[in-house]
C-alpha cells in the first residue's frame, strides 16, 4: 500500500525561524543565530544520548555530587560536556554558568563572543532511572560591560535576557523557544533531524484548573500556601477542585502548566528557607518564557525577573502559571503578611 501522507516542502524548522528573527533585528550580526543553532545542536545529541541510555549504560551515578548536592548521574556529565564544548565552539559566547560546575566557566580568549549563557544541562536528573520526562534549560545575556569576562556577567537580573528556552525529553523532544516576541514551540522530527514549528505565538490559559506542587512537603509550608492549597481543593464558591499534578521534573511541570494553565509552585519552607529552585538557570529562563506567553512568575515577594543575582547557585521560590491563578496566590501571601 502506498503512503498517501503529504510531504511538506516549505518546512519551517527552528534553524530557519531563528535565521528569520534575526534578519527582521535591526543592527544584528548573526552572532545570537549562530549560538541558538549550536545550542540546537547539543539538545539533539542529548536527546540522542537519553534515547539510548539503557542500551549504552548510561544510567547510575556517576559518583560525585555537583556543586547544589544532587547526586551526579552520567548523563548530566555528558550533557553537561555537550553544552559546554557546543556553546564554546559557536564563537559567540564569553561566560558560561552551568548547574553541574562550581565556578563560572570563561570561555577561551580566541572563541570569545558577546553572549552569556546560564543552563541546566540535564533537569530532573534525578528521574532518569525511572523514565520519567528530563529537560535542558538555558537564559542568554549580553555581556554589558567592556571588562575581561567573569562570573559577575552572570549576575545580571532576568530582564536583561535576550532569549531562554528548554528542551523537553519526553514522548517525542520539544523546544520552547523565546527571543523576548513570544513562545513559539517546535518538535523533533527524527526523520530530518530537525526542529519542526509546531505552535506559534502559544498563550497561557487566564486561569487553570491545575495545581502542582510536591505536597509531601506540607508538614513544612507556610500559612499562606497551608491556605492556597486549601482553596484548590475545597472551593468556597462551590466550583470543582483543581486537580493536581506533579511529575517532580520542572522542565515537564512548567510545560504542562503552559499548555493547560494553572499553577505551579515550589515555595520556600521552614526546611529550605530559601526555595530550592536556582535563580539563573532554572527560575529565570522559566520566568521568562511564562510571562512572554503572557502569565506570572513570582518569589511571593517580587517578580522573579526583578531578582538581582548575588550569586551564580542562588536559590530563589518559585510561583509561575496562569495570572489569575498566581494573583489568587499573592493575595493569600498579602493576606498573612498583614496579620502578621
Known amino acids: 500500500m502506498s503512503d498517501k501522507t503529504p510531504f511538506e516542502t516549505d518546512v519551517l524548522t527552528l534553524t530557519r525561524f531563528v535565521m528569520e528573527k534575526g534578519r527582521r533585528i535591526k543592527g544584528a550580526t548573526g552572532e545570537l543565530t549562530q549560538l541558538l543553532n549550536s545550542m540546537l545542536t547539543a ?36 550533557s553537561n560536556s555537550l553544552v559546554i564544548n557546543m556553546l564554546q565552539s559557536s ?14 566557566i570563561v570561555t577561551p580568549k580566541d572563541k570569545q563572543g558577546k553572549y552569556v549563557v546560564c543552563f541546566d544541562p540535564l533537569d530532573g536528573s534525578s528521574n532518569i532511572d525511572c ?11 549580553k555581556k554589558e560591560t567592556d571588562d575581561k569576562p567573569s562570573e559577575k556577567d552572570a549576575l545580571q537580573p532576568g530582564r536583561n535576557i535576550v532569549a531562554a528556552g528548554y ?39 487566564k486561569k487553570g484548573k491545575i495545581y502542582s506542587l510536591n505536597e509531601g512537603y506540607a508538614k513544612y509550608f507556610d500559612p499562606a500556601m497551608t491556605e492556597y492549597l486549601q482553596k484548590k481543593k475545597f472551593p468556597e464558591d462551590g466550583s470543582s477542585p483543581y486537580g493536581a499534578r506533579y511529575v517532580g521534573s520542572m522542565v515537564a511541570d512548567v510545560h504542562r502548566t503552559l499548555m493547560y494553565g494553572g499553577i505551579f509552585m515550589y515555595p ?28 506570572m512568575a513570582t518569589t511571593g515577594t517580587e517578580a522573579v525577573l526583578d531578582v538581582k543575582p548575588e550569586s551564580i547557585h542562588q536559590r530563589v521560590p518559585l510561583i509561575l502559571g496562569s495570572p489569575d491563578d498566581v494573583q489568587e496566590y499573592l493575595a493569600c501571601v498579602q493576606k498573612h503578611q498583614k496579620t502578621s
Open 167 to 205: 528542551a523537553l525529553y519526553g514522548s517525542a523532544t520539544l523546544v520552547a523557544l523565546s527571543t523576548g516576541q513570544g513562545v513559539d514551540c517546535f518538535m523533533l522530527d527524527p526523520g530530518l533531524g530537525e526542529f519542526i514549528l509546531v505552535d506559534r505565538d502559544v498563550k497561557i490559559k
Open 131 to 141: 523514565l520519567a520526562p528530563i529537560g535542558t534549560i538555558f537564559a542568554i545575556y
Open 43 to 78: 539538545i539533539k545529541a542529548i536527546s540522542s544520548a537519553v534515547r539510548k541510555a539503557g542500551l549504552a549504560h548510561m544510567f547510575g551515578i556517576a559518583g560525585t555530587v555537583n556543586v547544589t548536592g544532587d547526586e551526579v548521574k552520567k548523563l548530566d556529565v555528558l
Open 91 to 104: 564563537y559567540s559566547t564569553c561566560v558560561l554558568v552551568t548547574e553541574e560546575n562550581k565556578e563560572a
Open 268 to 295: 520556600a519552607n521552614q526546611k529550605s528557607p530559601k526555595g530550592k529552585l536556582r535563580l539563573l538557570y532554572e527560575c529565570n529562563p522559566m520566568a521568562f518564557i511564562i510571562e512572554q506567553a503572557g502569565g
